[in-house]
């Protein structure tokens, strides 16, 4: 192979300390994520899944073990460093949306290119450029609150694709949304992974990990299974 | 570079809608900081008034002219001693400057206070009439304002002319030229051929109320042995007022005839005696604004630090966001102490508006007991005010921003409020 894995994930430990007690969320991870992959981390709540997210999002740092983005070694990296990589190289949608309530769309997108340091005009027409994209072409100066669930998840998704990031991480995505709405959304995904992006989708719904190509299981901070999936399914949903 | 810049235009502009968002709460907290700065302000143009009043005093007395008086004029030394003392007669006067040696130039007065004046329809009280001598226009602290001093030949043979100060002429004349025109004192005419600009100040405000007139005329209405004369004696230079001062005490004493252990039994004045009364003004005005600004300030960085602190808490989900998609601790570090700093920046010009809008009402209804005022705000005080209130922003809001930077991202992302 010419350009190295994506993510090298190296005997990854997590240690928490909960008042006296230590948590151990995770407990050695192995793990390689290629590009253009389509993957679901699955488990149940407590099962670390969240905690591997974190880390493979460059939010949280390993207590032990060597994570490998992109061929650099980002296990030990410091703050600065740290934001950089989030910045860049990762795309993140959560299952709340998370964006900032008094800002308009245009503007929630622009943000992580204002941290880039893109100029002002730049940032603008990428901005509406990814919003677009998802289809919201038409809501540049709404605020989130003026919005449904299925466009702010959308608006969220044009943020995270906005830097030409390497890995869209995806946390529970469809949680906080109806099952119509969740689908759309996951063809959305489909779309995003059809134009040569990575995603690592993070749920502990079937139904969604089944949109993925190769499934992780975790379950007690150790990978349980890490299987393919034959069968994926594609927008819309064969069982609801 | 440019780089730096668009993301500071940006925080710069989130700080101004978080703080439009809550702007009561904004504004409430600011009011610390506006007081302080408004005393601040305050404080700063009482000094630089008082400071001004001092070298106005300092330019009309000379700082190179020494005054012997039966009077210490600086407001210290025993009252009832100083009215025992016996007079300074012309006769000690004459003998006084002829035995002079270091002195440049000499000259007489005498006053007499709380006189009346008139014209032909209106009067004016509490009024000082002063004798002294033609040399007195020559010195160059002397200017006038409209028409000339007197001459020799008119001291000398007791003309009835006056140079009037600038209060006399508000008073009796209004706003019309008073050369020409004649006044009476105790009854006889005397006819004005000169105005004195505005000298009084915070120490010397009689001097715009003053009459003056040839030495021999004041003698032939007061009569001649009635006042204690004023012996001014000019030195060549500043620096050699010291020698003038020893040189004046030794003739004074030998004039007056006092035995070797007798105190003095006068006085020698000159401007530098009020500077002892400036600086017990300054001490004061810095004690009461001292304390006060301080006070205003404390509750002033106590009130942002508290708000600052409930900011973060409710931007917990926000700073989360930030962090997630690029933002450096340093980032947050800054938004949230620019946010801090504007609220005082903010409280701090209005601050400065208000006390701009003390010293145009206080100089308005002062005019006339407190002239020494100046009536606006210097600037540089405008400055120091809104540096110093930058200052107690980045102080206030140090901790709340520390805290922010330092919240962990994943931790802020799942708080929900």
Not at chain 1, 102 to 115: F, G, M, Q, S, W
Not at chain 2, 45 to 53: C, E, I, N
Not at chain 2, 156 to 166: D, L, M, P, Q, Y
């Amino acid at each position: 192979m010419s350009t190295p894995p994506l993510i090298v994930l190296e005997g990854i430990t997590k240690h928490y300390r909960m008042g006296s007690e230590i948590v151990e969320a995770l407990r050695g991870v192995d793990l390689t994520i290629r590009r253009g992959e389509y993957v679901a981390i699955m488990g149940p709540s407590g099962s670390g899944k969240s905690t591997l997210m974190n880390i493979i999002g460059c939010l949280d740092t390993p207590t032990s073990g060597r994570y490998m983005l992109e061929g650099t070694d980002v296990s030990s990296l410091g703050d600065a460093a740290l934001a950089a990589i989030r910045n860049r190289k990762i795309g993140f949608v959560f299952q709340t949306f998370n964006l900032l309530p008094r800002a308009t769309a245009l503007k929630n997108v622009e943000l992580p290119l204002i941290y880039a340091g893109a100029p002002p005009q730049e940032r603008r027409q990428r901005a509406i450029a990814a919003l677009e994209s998802v289809g919201l072409g038409d809501r540049l100066r709404h605020k989130p609150p003026e919005l449904s669930g299925g466009q702010r998840q959308r608006v969220a998704i044009a943020r995270a694709l906005v830097t030409g990031p390497s890995i869209i991480l995806a946390d529970e995505p469809t949680g906080n949304l109806d099952s119509k709405t969740g689908m759309e959304i996951m063809a959305l995904f489909h779309r995003i992974w059809q134009e040569g992006n990575t995603i690592v989708l993070v749920t502990h719904e079937e139904d969604i990990a089944r949109h993925a190509h190769r499934i992780i299981r975790i379950r007690d901070g150790r990978v349980e299974s890490d299987m393919p999936n034959p069968t994926p399914i594609v927008g819309a949903p064969l069982l609801v | 570079m440019r780089r730096m810049l668009s993301q500071y235009a940006d925080i710069f502009q989130s700080a101004v809608e978080s703080l439009r968002a809550h702007l009561l709460r904004s504004t409430l907290t600011s009011i610390g900081v506006m007081i302080g700065v408004a005393f601040v302000s305050l404080m700063g143009w009482a000094l630089r008034s008082l400071d001004a009043a001092w070298e106005r005093t300092l330019s009309t007395l000379g700082s190179d002219m020494l005054y012997v008086d039966k009077w210490d004029w600086s407001g210290q030394g025993n009252w009832r001693t100083m009215m025992n003392r016996k007079n300074i007669t012309l006769d000690q006067a004459e003998e006084i400057a002829r035995r002079l040696r270091v002195a440049e130039m000499t000259y007489f007065s005498a006053d007499a206070w709380g006189q009346t004046i008139t014209t032909a329809d209106r009067r004016a009280s509490g009024i000082v009439i002063e004798g002294t001598m033609a040399r007195f226009g020559m010195l160059p602290s002397t200017q006038l304002a409209e028409g000339r001093f007197f001459s020799e030949l008119e001291e000398r043979t007791a003309a009835a002319v006056a140079v009037i100060g600038e209060g006399v002429r508000t008073t009796l004349f209004g706003n019309r030229s008073p050369v020409g025109q004649t006044i009476r004192i105790k009854g006889r005419p005397f006819v004005i051929i000169g105005v004195m600009p505005k000298r009084g100040t915070l120490f010397s405000d009689f001097l715009d109320r003053t009459v003056y007139i040839p030495l021999p005329a004041f003698f032939g209405i007061y009569g001649r042995y009635s006042r204690s004369i004023t012996v001014a004696a000019k030195a060549r230079s500043p620096e050699e007022l010291d020698v003038l001062r020893d040189e004046l005490t030794g003739v004074v004493r030998a004039v007056r005839k006092l035995p070797p252990q007798a105190a003095n039994d006068f006085a020698i004045n000159e401007a530098e005696v009020f500077r002892q009364q400036v600086a017990n003004i300054r001490i004061v005005i810095w004690a009461v604004g001292i304390g006060l600004t301080a006070l205003s300030f404390l509750v002033g960085v106590i009130g942002i630090t508290n708000v600052m602190f409930v900011a973060v808490i409710e931007r917990t989900k926000e700073i989360g966001i930030r962090r997630a998609v690029g933002a450096r601790q340093s980032t947050i570090l800054l938004q949230f102490l620019l946010e801090a700093t504007m609220l005082c920046v903010a409280g701090a010009l209005v601050g400065v508006i208000v006390s701009g809008a003390i010293v145009l009402v206080v100089t308005a209804v002062a005019r006339d007991s407190a002239d020494f005022l100046l009536p606006v705000l210097p600037p540089e005080i405008v400055v120091v005010a809104v540096a110093v209130s930058i200052a107690v922003g980045i102080l206030a809001g140090f901790i709340p921003a520390l805290r922010a930077a330092r919240l962990d991202p994943v931790e802020a992302l799942r708080y929900e409020a």
